[in-house]
């Protein structure tokens, strides 16, 4: 697996960066940061993006293979990618295919990139034919935290953030789970988010290509993901992630017995975070089966779900569309 490291604040990050990297080599930062003008003390040579769910495509990655071509980067060299997790996707794909690979650190600047995207090698982007279809299983030189970065988020994607770490508590740590759901306010301390990401690791290792165990981390995608491209990504990653938790929830409790209890607590949790409980689909039953036709975890009929027994109990299981379907419509 790729070193983690943590740091406080971004004077440390920069003094890492320019320790650890060659002159020649390249910075690319989520344009989301460049008011907070940290490429003014770095020494390598860096250059700013703008990405969004909408724009993570094809065309995108051809752009940042055209600034590793325009800035000679040849495979002795490396980068570092500073930004959310749209951003550590696209140009992690683009790295680990330009010139059959090159060296690259994840420095993930959102909650969300933080406790998700930046580990476990995966990235990837988005076509015709739904989230994360071409991608590649290649894992960075390292994944830098810097817990200073979480200021310069707005509330909501701290929140959207803290979905994902709700997510990790329910497959894997009734003590984070508690800690999140009977905290005063949404802010965490660092050790919560240090424990999270130490579930996904700890999940990846067992299982780095996603043929069994890891499938455990998409609790709450496989609906998730259907409500972010029916609302055409104008809901976040996070909203349409912890609706999609919510039916699971209640897929759980029918096929595994899920005590009531847990379902009531995470909903009082959203209710704390002011997020919605659910989503009335836009498209079509045909659009909707579609997408679920083209999910990477689905056969011909059915797709592989992950749902719970109890806090920390998932189980990987396969429905048939007709049933999720039927849970979506009603």
């Given at each position: ?21 060659q002159n020649e080599s390249l910075i690319i930062l989520d344009s989301a940061l460049e008011q907070f003008k940290l490429h003014s003390n770095l020494n390598a040579s860096h250059v700013y993006l703008k990405v969004s769910e909408e724009t993570k495509n094809l065309e995108t990655v051809e752009k940042i293979w055209e600034i590793m071509f325009s800035s000679n980067l040849n495979r002795s060299h490396e980068i570092v990618i500073i930004g959310g997790g749209v951003m550590l996707d696209l140009c992690s794909f683009a790295a680990s295919t330009f010139k059959r690979g090159i060296s690259y650190t ?225």
């Amino acid at each position: 697996m790729s070193r983690n490291i943590y740091l406080n604040n971004t004077e440390e990050l920069i003094k890492y960066i320019n320790e650890d990297l060659q002159n020649e080599s390249l910075i690319i930062l989520d344009s989301a940061l460049e008011q907070f003008k940290l490429h003014s003390n770095l020494n390598a040579s860096h250059v700013y993006l703008k990405v969004s769910e909408e724009t993570k495509n094809l065309e995108t990655v051809e752009k940042i293979w055209e600034i590793m071509f325009s800035s000679n980067l040849n495979r002795s060299h490396e980068i570092v990618i500073i930004g959310g997790g749209v951003m550590l996707d696209l140009c992690s794909f683009a790295a680990s295919t330009f010139k059959r690979g090159i060296s690259y650190t994840l420095v993930p600047s959102t909650l969300l990139a933080m406790v998700d995207a930046s580990h476990g090698g995966k990235n990837g982007f988005n076509n015709d034919y739904g989230k994360n279809q071409i991608g590649t299983f290649n894992l960075p030189k390292g994944v830098i935290v810097c817990f200073e970065l979480l200021n310069t988020l707005k509330e909501k994607d701290y929140k959207d953030g803290l979905i994902e770490l709700v997510k990790h508590g329910l497959i894997g740590s009734k003590e984070i789970f508690d800690k999140l759901i009977s905290a005063e306010d949404f802010k965490i301390e660092t050790e919560v988010i240090k424990k999270g990401i130490q579930i996904k690791e700890d999940i990846v290792k067992e299982d780095y290509l996603e043929t069994g165990k890891r499938k455990y981390l998409n609790f709450g995608h496989t609906i998730g993901h259907l409500i972010e491209q029916d609302s055409k990504f104008t809901v976040s990653h996070g909203e349409a992630v912890a609706i999609g938790m919510i039916y699971e929830l209640g897929l759980s409790k029918k096929h595994f017995g899920l005590p009531q209890e847990v379902i009531d607590l995470y909903i009082s949790y959203l209710e704390k975070l002011d997020y919605k409980k659910s989503y009335e689909f836009e498209n079509s039953i045909d659009y909707l089966l579609g997408i679920l036709k083209d999910d990477k975890k689905s056969k011909s009929d059915s797709v592989d779900i992950v749902l719970l027994s109890d806090v920390s109990q998932p189980n990987l299981i396969c429905i048939s569309f007709d049933e999720l379907i039927e849970v979506i419509k009603n």
